[in-house]
């Protein structure tokens, strides 16, 4: 009896044994498997809900530059959250993509037009959104491509048998600015802005043209926009990686019609 009971005890404490390792590696295998497919599964999911955030932020702030520019409100005070990247402000003379519209004699209707941006770049991601000349981009790097979430305030107006093109222009200055994490994005407009007289260009051959930054590339974007049937524009020469022209189209009486403003970006 006792040879007998020495056995059972043996093989209990073998049992308790192979049960306990066999748990055991079920749960660092489980372990293993969240952390090799769980997690980056949860991290790419946050970042992709900070660049869905900040698409919505960045038309907010959209629409504190219209309330400036086209319904004469002074100034615009807006507090957002900015996860998983960093937000900055670029002065117009930090940022080299510009604006330019010239009769085909190369004679300057709106000089070279430099107009700042303020821009995203995400932390865990190649995304960045960009708020420049009154419309909203996302580009990411590893694609090479861009495209417009939200346009800006260009019209093509026909009525009572004339054409009217009316281009917004906005400017934006300020110091060396950045933010991460909750800040209060403050804003003005500068009272010198400029609203050009309207231009006849009746028949005129005029060009719009647009120059993208090589580093920060929104090509893309405004070439989409520029093409879309209701602005009645036409590319004018050959393609280039950087550079869009396009003719208007001054079929019959056309006037066109710039605003310029200037917006000084004073918080993040």
Not at 36 to 51: R, V, W
Request: hydrophobic share 35%.
């Amino acid at each position: 009896m006792n040879r007998k009971k020495k056995s059972l005890c043996k093989e209990s404490a073998v049992s308790e044994t192979v049960g306990y390792i066999i748990i055991f590696g079920i749960m660092m295998t489980g372990i293993a498997l969240v952390t090799l497919y769980g997690y980056p599964l949860l991290l790419q999911e946050q970042a992709n809900a900070n660049i869905k955030n900040m698409e919505r932020n960045m038309i907010v702030l959209q629409n504190d530059m219209n309330s400036l520019t086209y319904k004469n409100v002074p100034y615009q005070e807006t507090m957002l959250q900015v996860s998983g990247g960093t937000l900055q402000s670029l002065d117009y003379t930090k940022t080299p993509q510009t604006f330019r519209i010239y009769f085909i004699n190369n004679t300057d209707i709106l000089p070279l037009f430099k107009p700042g941006e303020l821009r995203f770049i995400s932390n865990h991601d190649d995304a960045v959104i960009s708020l420049e000349n009154g419309a909203v981009h996302i580009s990411y790097w590893t694609q090479g491509g861009s495209a417009m979430l939200s346009e800006p305030r260009w019209f093509f107006d026909q009525t009572n048998q004339k054409n009217t093109y009316i281009f917004s222009f906005i400017n934006k200055t300020s110091d060396s600015l950045a933010q991460t994490g909750i800040g209060t994005v403050r804003m003005k407009l500068i009272e010198d802005n400029r609203l050009y007289q309207p231009i006849d260009i009746s028949g005129e051959s005029v060009i719009l043209e647009y120059n993208a930054d090589p580093d920060n590339n929104y090509n893309v974007a405004w070439r989409n926009y520029f093409e879309r049937p209701d602005l009645h524009l036409t590319e004018y020469g050959l393609s280039e990686p950087y550079h869009r022209r396009y003719l208007l189209d001054t079929t019959g009486t056309t006037e066109l019609v710039i605003k310029e403003f200037e917006i000084e970006i004073l918080s993040l």
